[in-house]
């Protein structure tokens, strides 16, 4: 995940090829909340990026006013269909690309001793390009307007909220609806749209 692939991590050599396919960022909030962002840049539209730098943070802040939370710290992963479908299979077991995954700390991903406690994130997210397209080509909505409810449904993971049972599905996609409202972004479950888990592709 993000917190694995920045430059100079140590699971990159230092002047491996594969440090090329990486940019990493961090995007501050008004209130203090961080995205630490890593993004394969070969595979993701800069007016995409932009568009999150400006609306990702300021969501962490609405989730954090909206929880009773302090500024949240997350690790965000901008990734490819591929790359995503490697780590749908390592970490659950589908051989399959999915349009975004979300993993707490503590879960699946564990952080590296070395990292110091105030860099410490909730966790990590990865989201797909091509699926971010492609899906929001498919539900007539534009492609940031996507990229940011995809970017909100994995910070709500990380903080504890799930969608396997019914109830708990009405209760996120509930908040997600008002979250992304207040930034003018109408409600993308209207028409039953399969947002989650449903477009995996093979």
């Known amino acids: 995940m993000a917190r694995k692939m920045h430059k100079g991590d140590a699971t990159l050599e230092p002047d491996s090829i594969e440090n090329e396919r990486f940019l990493s960022e961090e995007w501050l909030s008004d209130n203090g909340a961080l995205i630490d962002i890593t993004i394969v840049a070969e595979s993701w539209n800069t007016h995409l990026v932009d568009d999150l730098k400006e609306r990702g943070p300021a969501m962490l802040d609405h989730i954090a006013v909206r929880l009773s939370l302090d500024p949240q710290r997350v690790s965000l992963l901008l990734c490819n269909d ?43 997210i990865a989201i797909a390009a091509e699926s971010v397209v492609r899906e929001s080509s498919k539900m007539g909505i534009t492609a940031g307007d996507h990229l940011l409810h ?11 909220y799930d969608h396997e049972e019914d109830s708990l599905a009405a209760e996120m996609e509930g908040l997600e609806i008002d979250l992304l409202a207040q930034m003018k972004i109408a409600n993308p479950y209207h028409n039953d749209h399969p947002v989650f888990g449903m477009w995996e592709i093979e």
């Open 150 to 160: 995809l970017f909100t449904h994995g910070v709500l993971h990380l903080i504890g």
């Open 82 to 124: 591929e790359d995503m479908r490697v780590m749908n299979k390592i970490y659950r077991g589908v051989d399959k690309a999915t349009n975004v995954l979300s993993f707490p700390l503590g879960g699946d991903l564990q952080r590296a001793d070395d990292i110091p406690d105030e860099e410490v994130t909730i966790g990590d």
